[in-house]
């Protein structure tokens, strides 16, 4: 038997020579088998001999027949080989029959107009599938980078650090949200209207940046912050029972305005649109499970879009 020091000296490249060798029963074939010379391969058999302490393959009447003690080997190289590509090649994953749990972070915007579809498409397709959603916040980052979540999905993606990977979802517009009957609206919304009346301001888990406030000064404008909320939904509802102003993202804002009783109305300055993009650990790029889940993200966001 090997010894534990022979066995970590022991080149397992023979293993692939010993099981063509059992199988062809001939030097010769082996080597063609493997792309190596005749020579090479009966080195690879002295070799093999040498560690098993067996001729393994002696001469019969019709050629080579193997040992008793390669006869024994046959299966088990065969299994070790098997598992050992095994474990090369990529896994395999079938929505239908996953039993994994994944945890998403986001906001309420993203929640809102997206997830709902997201959550149909992958209880349809991969029923064993659970999805935990959390809110975003100013540690959502590290979450991500410690392994406490599986992907985030919100602005901005310029955000992710070093380790993690971005994939762009859409770009969102912003649009301007007031009840009805304001009279910032009795003439159209203007730029002066816009930054006279107080606003309501969403700062969606400590990611959004000051997109609003830095095109305002550089029109050499400000406006008032009256209010400042955690969530977009709640500004808008808030929004319809006051004389305040919301910048809201477009999807969301007019998705409830018919229920809040809000008027919807391009903002009266240019602002590039918010991008949206999922976020995730470059731990995570090479699974198959999440890169489908991921697809799926992607697929749902471009539907949303259109």
């Not at 029963?25 to 690879?44: D, T």
């Not at 190289?77 to 098997?82: A, E, G, I, N």
Request: glycine fraction near 8%.
């Amino acid at each position: 038997m090997m010894r534990e020091s022979e066995v970590r000296r022991f080149d397992l490249n023979l293993l692939v020579a010993l099981d063509a060798l059992l199988e062809e029963r001939n030097v010769s074939k082996a080597a063609a088998r493997l792309g190596l010379s005749q020579p090479a391969m009966s080195r690879a058999l002295g070799r093999l001999r040498k560690s098993f302490g067996d001729q393994l393959l002696v001469r019969g009447q019709n050629g080579y027949v193997p040992t008793s003690r390669a006869q024994d080997l046959i299966a088990p190289v065969r299994r070790v080989l098997q598992e050992s590509r095994a474990l090369l090649e990529p896994g395999l994953f079938d929505p239908k029959t996953a039993r994994v749990q994944y945890r998403i972070l986001t906001n309420d915007h993203c929640g809102f107009v997206l997830l709902p579809d997201l959550v149909g498409a992958i209880r349809d397709q991969a029923p064993g599938i659970d999805i935990e959603i959390e809110r975003l916040d100013s540690d959502s980052l590290d979450q991500l980078a410690n392994g406490d979540a599986d992907l985030l999905i919100g602005r901005p993606p310029s955000m992710a650090r070093a380790g993690h990977l971005v994939q762009l979802l859409l770009e969102e517009p912003y649009v301007c949200a007031v009840r009805e009957g304001h009279p910032a609206l009795k003439g159209g919304l203007t730029l002066k209207d816009y930054c006279a009346y107080p606003h309501c301001a969403t700062d969606a888990g400590g990611l959004l940046s000051g997109d609003i406030d830095a095109a305002l000064t550089a029109l050499d404008e400000k406006r008032r912050i009256a209010l400042r909320t955690p969530d977009f939904i709640a500004a808008l509802f808030i929004v319809a029972s006051s004389d305040l102003i919301h910048t809201a993202p477009r999807s969301l804002a007019e998705r409830l305005a018919p229920t809040a009783g809000l008027k919807i109305v391009d903002l009266p300055f240019k602002i590039a649109p918010a991008p949206i993009g999922q976020i995730w650990h470059e731990r995570h790029q090479t699974d198959p499970g999440h890169a489908w889940l991921r697809a799926q993200v992607k697929q749902n966001a471009l539907g949303t879009a259109r």
